[in-house]
């Protein structure tokens, strides 16, 4: 968290320090928008105006195939959520909500990524980029490029992405599981699997194609598993032993492992170690000299060796990455116009809402929880009510992380923000000793922790609450209006002014505006939260034990009491069972894999 703090209203960006032409714009813009947010509360200018640009890019041309919501060929391809393209396919109408804007631009010339179409560095138009739903991609930082590191040099001995600007977009998946997208192609997929506790990593094909270009070729040639030319296609299939030419030492069962086959080039995962195939080898050549093989040469072609995922004749030279290489500053600088767009469209909403006559001498409350959206939202705040008093509210919950809590204090000591901290003392482990931990589908904690808190700020009185919460965090949150009335918080009416942004937004708009942040974000957590919070990802609590190993001690020993208690196994607990009350069929499904039983005490 070196980054350098802002001088409140100060910074060489902000708003009140505008050339001319830039006020004109923005104005008109925003005051579009004001009338629409502040009267209906419907839709936003920045929602709209992407919808505007979605609808003007989608595919023109009638011959290319088209399925709902006007997707094409192309963009399928980019989806990594295979169920989410099979509906796509039969135009199956799905069951999720659909983000509007799930595209972001990459300027080819700059080799940034844009949140708007045309580039503010060179002028150019940039490539519309398709991202799996809910599209709220965020660049990775601190730890994140650790793990790709760790992770992809495991495998191939190299890390083409190391030192470049890389996105990671959030998909659908047992755990936390991430696109990564480098020079606006996603390149691989990081997905944390429940069984082995750790990450793992599997190439795109556009991926894999960059392996067997130099220098990584050197490094990658290891991976290389080398099969017949086919005469049928190998896309999906399964690849048995006698196909085999070449299969490198090293290699476990389940990895991704780079395949070549005559001209064409791509992945797949292998189905054995190497170990097993160096032995069936053996045993096909004793086979051929001895007649009484163990095996008969039938069954030994049959053992599958590995699957292809995906193999073309694109000549892996066509997927170099760029040579530009641009640091976060010079995105700053490609997006500006955008940024600044969305900080005045987001300030608009929130003067509307505050100077509406029925809100009138109603106390201002900004919801600060220490995370980068309320962040954001505070700054806003502090940029749009110059003349109106407001207060930052930090509800401890007794089970925030330490940096989350100093990093709240901090920030609006340091810029002389009136704050205030609601805490909430030890009421979560006193309301432990009565009943058993919260869970994904028992969320006591928010009551006990959050909303208690919430009703002894404002004893009941109508308030106003500004509040970091967006629409594409999760499909949960995808319905949230411009304003909304809290029904467990008696008086509370909530604004939410970021609802439309993405991550990608708020963290442009954080750089931009040199906001100092948690340390927590480049310390491997996307999300600030309580650190045993049930609703986080496994992945997260791992990285909770590695950060805080002394808080996860202490929920640890609850936790092996609990299952004492109920009569589960120590595996129930570190595979995460605990997090659910009543377990969806993924974790069922896991539990048989892991012969793991979930009945709790001992039935
Ligand atoms: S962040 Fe998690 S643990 Fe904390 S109150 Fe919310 S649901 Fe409960
Ligand atoms: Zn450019």
């Known amino acids: 968290m070196a980054r350098r703090p802002p001088a409140a209203g100060n910074s060489k960006d902000s708003y009140r320090n505008k050339g001319r032409g830039e006020r004109k714009s923005t104005e008109k813009e925003s005051k579009k928008t004001t009338k629409v947010s502040a009267s209906s509360g419907k839709k936003e200018g920045n929602a709209e105006s992407r919808n505007k640009i979605q609808?003007?890019?989608?595919?023109?041309?009638?011959?290319?195939?088209?399925?709902?919501?006007?997707?094409?060929?192309?963009?399928?391809?980019?989806?990594?959520?295979?169920?989410?393209?099979?509906?796509?396919?039969?135009?199956?109408?799905?069951?999720?909500?659909?983000?509007?804007?799930?595209?972001?631009?990459?300027?080819?010339?700059?080799?940034?990524?844009?949140?708007?179409?045309?580039?503010?560095?060179?002028?150019?138009?940039?490539?519309?980029?398709?991202?799996?739903?809910?599209?709220?991609?965020?660049?990775?930082?601190?730890?994140?490029?650790?793990?790709?590191?760790?992770?992809?040099?495991?495998?191939?001995?190299?890390?083409?992405?190391?030192?470049?600007?890389?996105?990671?977009?959030?998909?659908p998946g047992d755990d936390q599981s991430m696109e990564i997208i480098a020079d606006g192609n996603v390149v691989g997929i990081l997905r944390f699997d429940l069984k082995l506790l750790d990450f793992t990593f599997e190439p795109t094909i556009y991926g894999s194609k960059l392996f067997f270009n130099p220098p990584y070729s050197y490094d990658a040639a290891a991976r290389i598993v080398k099969i017949k030319k086919a005469k049928t296609h190998l896309n999906g299939k399964n690849v048995s032993y006698d196909l085999i030419e070449d299969f490198p030492a090293g290699i476990k069962k389940g990895d991704p492992i780079l395949i070549v086959s005559g001209a064409l080039t791509g992945y797949g995962i292998s189905h054995i170690d190497s170990e097993d195939y160096q032995k069936k080898q053996d045993e096909s050549t004793a086979g051929s000299r001895v007649l009484k093989s163990t095996r008969s040469d039938e069954e030994i072609k049959a053992a599958q060796v590995l699957k292809v995922k995906n193999i073309t004749s694109d000549n892996p030279i066509q997927f170099a990455l760029s040579e530009k290489r641009p640091t976060m500053d010079e995105i700053v600088t490609a997006n500006k116009e955008h940024i600044k767009a969305l900080g005045k469209n987001a300030l608009n909403t929130i003067k509307g809402a505050v100077n509406l006559k029925e809100h009138k001498g109603k106390p201002i409350f900004v919801s600060f929880s220490g995370g980068k959206d309320s962040l954001v939202v505070l700054d806003l705040a502090a940029s749009a009510l110059v003349h109106k008093p407001f207060t930052a509210v930090f509800l401890n919950t007794g089970i925030d992380y330490p940096e989350t809590i100093a990093f709240a204090r901090n920030y609006c000591n340091d810029r002389q923000i009136p704050f205030k901290e609601m805490d909430a003392g030890n009421d979560f482990w006193d309301t432990l000793r009565e009943k058993d931990h919260p869970t994904k589908d028992s969320r006591w904690c928010c009551k006990v922790c959050k909303l208690n808190s919430s009703n002894r700020l404002a004893d009941g009185k109508e308030h106003l609450s500004l509040d970091g919460k967006r629409r594409h965090e999760s499909f949960m949150r995808s319905k949230i209006p411009t304003m909304d009335t809290n029904p467990n918080v008696e008086g509370q009416l909530n604004i939410f002014p970021i609802r439309d942004w993405r991550a990608i937004e708020v963290w442009l708009y954080i750089h931009w505006r040199q906001l100092p942040y948690n340390p927590l974000y480049d310390?491997?957590?996307?999300?600030?939260?309580?650190?045993?919070?049930?609703?986080?990802?496994?992945?997260?609590?791992?990285?909770?034990?590695?950060?805080?190993?002394?808080?996860?001690?202490?929920?640890?020993?609850?936790?092996?009491?609990?299952?004492?208690?109920?009569?589960?196994?120590?595996?129930?607990?570190?595979?995460?069972?605990?997090?659910?009350?009543?377990?969806?069929?993924?974790?069922?499904?896991?539990?048989?894999?892991?012969?793991?039983?979930?009945?709790?005490?001992?039935?």
Not at 570 to 590: A, D, T
């Open 523 to 603: 310390n491997g957590l996307e999300r600030i939260g309580c650190w045993m919070c049930p609703a986080a990802f496994q992945a997260e609590y791992e990285r909770m034990k590695e950060i805080h190993p002394e808080l996860a001690d202490k929920w640890e020993t609850y936790l092996s009491k609990w299952a004492k208690r109920n009569g589960v196994s120590e595996k129930y607990v570190n595979h995460g069972f605990w997090r659910w009350n009543s377990l969806p069929p993924k974790m069922i499904k896991l539990a048989e894999e892991l012969d793991i039983g979930i009945e709790k005490n001992g039935n």
């Open 55 to 171: 609808n003007q890019n989608k595919p023109q041309n009638k011959s290319e195939k088209q399925y709902k919501d006007g997707y094409s060929v192309k963009d399928l391809g980019n989806f990594q959520d295979e169920n989410l393209k099979r509906d796509y396919k039969k135009n199956i109408p799905s069951q999720r909500v659909f983000y509007e804007n799930d595209f972001i631009f990459w300027c080819r010339k700059c080799n940034v990524p844009l949140i708007g179409e045309k580039c503010n560095t060179c002028g150019e138009a940039g490539e519309k980029i398709t991202l799996s739903q809910p599209a709220d991609v965020r660049f990775a930082q601190g730890y994140d490029n650790e793990l790709i590191q760790k992770h992809v040099v495991r495998l191939f001995s190299c890390n083409p992405f190391e030192g470049r600007i890389v996105l990671l977009n959030k998909i």
